[in-house]
């Protein structure tokens, strides 16, 4: 089974020549940067190189109040969303809390 990944945040659009290893994504009007592969609640993402925590959660649109975070099999505090960057290979867990009676 080939599984294609999703990017969030990474555009693949006329990226310079590079090493088949080596992915460069357009990340604004004029600039390239790097995209990771991440794999997030079990499914492979693309994902803009530096993006933290903190900006996934904005881009998967959730609020930081109501979900629990999970790195490379460790629960992250809330305090770390804002300065832990992804990296390649990344496990990231998202447990989005619901309330209800």
């Avoid at 079990?42 to 109040?65: F, N, S, Y």
């Avoid at 990296?87 to 209800?100: M, N, P």
């Amino acid at each position: 089974m080939d599984v294609q990944p999703k990017v969030l945040s990474c555009e693949t659009e006329s990226p310079p020549r590079l090493p088949d290893d080596l992915q460069v994504v357009k990340v604004g009007s004029k600039h390239y940067g790097f995209c990771v592969q991440v794999t997030i609640n079990g499914e492979p993402h693309g994902l803009e190189d530096g993006l933290t925590i903190a900006d996934l959660i904005i881009q998967l649109g959730l609020r930081e109040r109501r979900i629990a975070v999970e790195l490379n099999r460790e629960i992250l505090g809330r305090e770390r969303y804002a300065t832990q960057a992804v990296a390649e290979g990344d496990a990231i867990e998202i447990v989005h809390f619901v309330g209800g009676g």
